[in-house]
């Protein structure tokens, strides 16, 4: 519409209030009085628009409803980290609702302005749930505590003749619950099992079943703040090198263990543990055989093929720094850094052949490990799957590993 339709429309609306006979003298027709109610802007681009409002009271709610929900999640992460997940709830739900009905009041006392509300919501509350509260979200998550019962089976069940039920003081309010089988057939030789992230002792079931088999003493147990072991958060690996420093020391002071002939099973997040704790103690265990390591620091990372890699990546960088937060502690050195480190203990690691990831970091891990670290490349497997693929030739080659390094 050009400016003399701006014109014509502002003389409707001066003229709406006119008597019918004078509305028709200026050449008005009388239908025009039924538009008193009508608002409409003069611009001076040229365009003429109803002024921007919102249609309906649940229109107006929705911009104060979407901070609140994002206030209140934050809130509730704040109050977890605290220790007041309860009072950050109503702490967060207040404040955001009292945020939204501010800038809702703000934004549309000037209708010009009040679409930039939308814009608002994009620049803050979008970034802070993508970059802020979710990764944050799932820290806690990875790190959440899951105390539990060890029930239903035991040792005997793996073909033990008997067992020990442990509980080992870590020196920093740390006490580890697990099984301890002493050594049969390969005297003062102990192996300590590590499970994966978020499980228990009994996640190496099958690996503490051939070891026993083989004659082989075992101590398998929960990591901290999982099963029956003790602890207010699990840490990513990252503090438990030093628990498995200390479960190391407690076995090598019973007299049927040679303090020198002391293996470790990592399986997945225990390949982890075993790795920062010989970074810890370089030469401490006999031998290590590790199953699915993956990446401990964005410097393990394999570099990124496209956008999506790159934007992940990027992702993850947040998600560590959630993480030190969260844990209170800078993490260990990356592996990349530690397999040059430990050229002295043997180790065997076991790479999935179906884990894209795991993969591609097993050929940037293979550049730099020193002599004495061996890969093994299980093609069709998926993450910790040698044992369900191949059960007769993953036992045989791990059998022989140790029989090697620790005879």
């Known amino acids: 519409m050009d400016r003399r339709g701006n014109i014509r429309c502002l003389r409707v609306c001066i003229v709406n209030d006119l008597s019918s006979e004078r509305a028709q003298s200026l050449g008005v027709h009388p239908f025009s009085r039924h538009l008193r109610y009508a608002r409409f802007d003069l611009h001076l681009s040229g365009t003429t628009s109803m002024k921007e409002q919102p249609s309906s009271y649940l229109t107006r709610l929705a911009f104060p409803l979407l901070n609140m929900l994002a206030c209140m999640m934050l809130g509730t992460l704040t109050g977890i980290y605290v220790g007041a997940p309860l009072a950050g709830l109503i702490w967060g739900t207040f404040a955001g609702l009292a945020a939204g009905i501010i800038f809702e009041w703000a934004f ?105 088999g083989a004659g082989y003493g075992v101590f398998l147990y929960d990591q901290r703040a999982l099963g029956e072991s003790t602890g207010t958060m699990t840490t990513l690996g990252w503090k438990d090198g030093s628990d498995l420093l200390a479960v190391t020391e407690f076995l090598a002071q019973r007299p049927e263990v040679d303090a020198e002939r002391i293996g470790v099973v990592g399986l997945s997040l225990g390949g982890h543990i075993a790795l920062n704790a010989a970074h810890l103690d370089p030469g401490r265990f006999a031998a290590l055989w590790l199953d699915g390591v993956q990446a401990q620091q964005i410097s393990d990372y394999p570099a990124a093929e496209n956008v999506g890699e790159d934007f992940a990546t990027f992702l993850q960088t947040i998600i560590l720094k959630m993480a030190e937060t969260r844990i209170g502690q800078k993490p260990p050195p990356p592996f990349i850094e530690i397999l040059p480190a430990i050229s002295d203990t043997p180790t065997m690691i076991v790479i999935a052949g179906q884990d894209d990831f795991e993969r591609r970091v097993y050929e940037r891990y293979i550049g730099v490990a020193g002599a004495s670290v061996e890969f093994w490349l299980i093609e069709n497997a998926q993450h910790n799957g040698g044992p369900a693929l191949d059960p007769d030739g993953y036992r045989r080659r791990m059998l022989k590993f140790f029989q090697d390094a620790l005879t």
Request: charged share 15%.
């Open 108 to 212: 549309s006392r000037h209708a010009a302005f009040y679409r930039w509300r939308i814009y608002a919501c994009i620049a803050l509350e979008i970034p802070l749930v993508f970059f802020v509260i979710g990764p944050y979200a799932f820290i806690l998550s990875q790190t959440k505590p899951d105390p539990h019962p060890i029930c239903c089976e035991t040792p005997l069940d793996y073909g033990a003749a008997g067992y020990e039920t442990l509980h080992i003081e870590t020196g920093n309010g740390i006490t580890l619950a697990g099984w301890y089988v002493p050594p049969e057939k390969t005297p003062n030789t102990v192996i300590i099992l590590l499970h994966g992230a978020g499980g228990d002792r009994r996640g190496t079931a099958w690996h503490a079943r051939q070891l026993i």
